[in-house]
């Protein structure tokens, strides 16, 4: 059974339709990639399996549970939670701080368990520094390990390499494969092109709020509409 399964998810903003008949299913220990141009509707469809909008029209479900009316807070207690593409940590506060609080939404008892999720981040060395002063890169980890300090079953990961140099994406990468092969369902949104086709099993392509493919690393770099509409651009590094 699958962890996360959108079904026919339907975003219309008055008379625009941002996401058009979206079917996506992440199962655990599986690392499935959405990508495409910016304003594809990647985004709007993470907002509408997290709650942050209701869809128009789909269905999602979580562990075979149609979640779809649910609010956000109680979609994150039962174990989906998200990063976001513009960084929302909290800067007044240190790096383990952040990791506290999110830690503290599901049990009081935190204090080995954030220290263990700054270990699998890399950032127990700069724990007691302020979100402030740390870098891009090493901030979008942090978000990650807020996430982790929840507990979830499901992470939906919003464009999570942005500001990471080609060191940092690479230990990234393995990082997100070590988390799956620990059971972990994870979505990602990513316009690493490289990133996305080394560490996902499954990729599904969004152009205009649409689903123009779904499939493999391979078959996905091999598909001509996909070539056209997104990887002629995005991936000429690969």
């Not at 008055?14 to 979206?22: F, K, M, P, R, Y």
């Not at 469809?45 to 479900?61: K, W």
Request: net charge negative; with cysteine; aromatic share 4%.
């Amino acid at each position: 059974m699958s962890l996360l399964e959108a079904r026919g998810i339907t975003v219309r903003f008055g008379g625009n339709l941002a996401v058009s008949d979206v079917d996506l299913t992440v199962e655990a220990g599986q690392i499935v990639g959405l990508i495409g141009p910016n304003g594809a509707g990647k985004t709007t469809t993470f907002n509408a399996l997290t709650g942050m909008l209701t869809p128009t029209a789909g269905t999602v479900m979580l562990e075979g549970r149609n979640v779809t009316g649910w609010p956000t807070f109680r979609r994150a207690q039962e174990g989906l939670a998200r990063t976001f593409q513009r960084l929302e940590v909290f800067t007044s506060l240190t790096v383990r701080e952040n990791i506290r609080m999110a830690a503290e939404l599901k049990s009081r008892d935190t204090a080995e368990h954030v220290d263990h999720i700054l270990e699998q981040v890399g950032l127990t060395a700069i724990a007691d520094d302020s979100a402030s002063a740390i870098s891009t890169g090493m901030a979008r980890l942090l978000e990650v390990g807020r996430a982790l300090a929840t507990r979830p079953k499901v992470l939906l990961l919003d464009e999570p390499a942005s500001g990471q140099d080609e060191s940092e994406t690479e230990r990234f990468g393995e990082f997100l494969e070590e988390l799956a092969a620990d059971g972990l369902a994870i979505l990602m949104v990513e316009h690493d092109v490289p990133l996305v086709m080394r560490v996902c099993q499954r990729i599904v392509v969004l152009d205009f709020g649409q689903v123009i493919a779904r499939g493999t690393p391979a078959e996905i770099q091999a598909n001509e509409a996909v070539l056209d509409a997104y990887l002629g651009s995005a991936a000429g590094g690969m």
